[in-house]
């Protein structure tokens, strides 16, 4: 159970509505996960955080596959089940193989084994990564 | 200043200086990083550490450069000064540009705003995502 | 399932049974949480952690529903479920609206993307805010 | 040092300029600190970004300063060092006390503890508050 | 549900089998827990991570209940609700009594408190620890 | 510099004093660290927090210096600085050696490898380890 009630279609005024359909139309589905119906509580936030997602996830310089497991990661480090489980599966819709996915999780690992080793050793940073 | 000393070349062990000298060769530099350094108190787990970080960063089915702004979105979601730091450059060493840095900035803002809504929420995860 | 067992009114000692009636006594209810069964496995640390709760959510220089409100951020941001879904209908049981509820997701969100924005790009400190 | 640079007044283009003045004028400040200016390298998130904390952060349901706290809260317990400093000093130009400071920090302190206690003892989540 | 199938013993090749036969011959157990039959997905680092984890965790300057211990301190910390819970249980078998998992809990508790109040004072660092 | 002054002895109020002279009669030091001055703006939270800190961190079911390391643990988990560095020197002056100090730091880095991996693999936890 979430915190808030989730707002199924019938619920929906016409402002969460239309970002309903903007999630539908953009992502060619007719499903709307639990997360923008938990957000429909709030519409302005929602319509606020879908436009950026939207705008931040498309093609650009970085490729939407890259920046749907940097998303991955993000939500791995940060300890987000739901995250984790939405963007594993939006990753591997936008075409991440088994073998990608081995290798984002040997990333992850490792740099969460580093990060945490940098920090118990309290290590000082380069002059030259400053520069 | 670190909780262990920074190993120097001359006091490195011959077990250390043999890591040291792999780090120069693989990555094609003189420098040896602070990190490693640090490490080098532990000969053994520098060995490990460093023998997987080559492993797992070198090409596959990822790119080294998706791997290194991987390793920088991890880092900042783990709040490790140094890693950010460190993998930003090592990220520009391999070919990230100004815009593929905006581009990964954003994905991380936007990761870590998500994932506080989501746990802030409590949303379940739907079903879809778990098959 | 926790780590240890939940301990009940029967299976309490005086001691917890002496928190337990506190619990219920400042809270003006007859049920007490499951966090509290599982801590009264040590009846020292209960007592500690449930006189300094006490001490700290009463009224003072802030409301308690500000209090529990900054509870739940605290409490999202640190990725504990039970604390979020706990803490969330206390202040709920305060007095906190739907509105206020959702202008404190917005915040909540908010602020873990500029952290994260923050230490991904590592800016430093104005001078001006450690004055 | 910043993994970017911090754009001053002089190198910042027009749309960049543009949120730079309504920074000033919404804050009724001539300074700009530093997270502006590092975000100023990509126009299109700063502008985004600010829009939305000028939006979420005035007054509504909850007071301007309560928002500050919570923001305090949730960028201390993200380790976010900028944040912290940059948060409390708008706290307290906000009108936040010795005496609410002080109570603030008790609550951080207090839910961190308690969180970290729910997680080590894993405590199943009472059904009474998922209703 | 994992993001990945669980490897069973039929499923596992080879190289896998070997790892699950050593993980039971080191564990003297029959039982080889779900996180290594997700790692069983990508065998290189399954062999790696459980190569690393054996020599780690075996009897040493610290003794391995004492190394375990430590392991459920970062995974609560961390918020890993598998980790916690298979680390307590392995802290168990290694001989972890009742008075010393409530001591275990009292330090995690009272670290996370004051770690959070540290940061939210920005306390800097006595030059005396630094030396 | 902290958010707020650090407290020397010649301001400190009466029960300031005292929770000073007792921390340097516990720790058999003239020394008062940075941390305690800080949390001296707040008598009554100075004097609960050392009080428990105090009773916690002695001896009992477990020893001073493993309760140190344990904290060592989570401070670096949570990245704190300020607690790495003192909790670090804390337990050199227990007794940490170099080897124990080595053992402690990689069981911590395979502790954050292994809970990134788990959370990023979403393993469901054994049921014989909620038993």
């Not at 993000?74 to 819709?93: D, I």
Request: aromatic share 6%; charged share 20%; net charge negative.
């Amino acid at each position: 159970m979430a915190t808030v009630p989730l707002i199924s279609d019938e619920d929906a005024s016409p402002e969460v509505r239309a970002v309903f359909d903007d999630i539908r139309a953009t992502r060619q589905t007719d499903y709307v996960n639990n997360f923008w119906r938990a957000m429909a509580n709030e519409p302005e936030t929602l319509q606020a955080v879908w436009a950026r997602l939207k705008a931040i996830m498309g093609p650009g310089a970085l490729d939407p596959l890259v920046k749907e497991m940097i998303y991955v990661a993000v939500s791995a480090a940060n300890g987000c089940e739901y995250c984790v489980h939405s963007h594993t599966a939006a990753a591997r819709a936008k075409g991440m193989s088994d073998d990608m996915h081995g290798e984002l999780l040997a990333v992850i690992g490792m740099a969460a084994q580093t990060n945490a080793l940098v920090t118990a050793l309290q290590v000082p940073v380069d002059p030259r990564f400053k520069a």
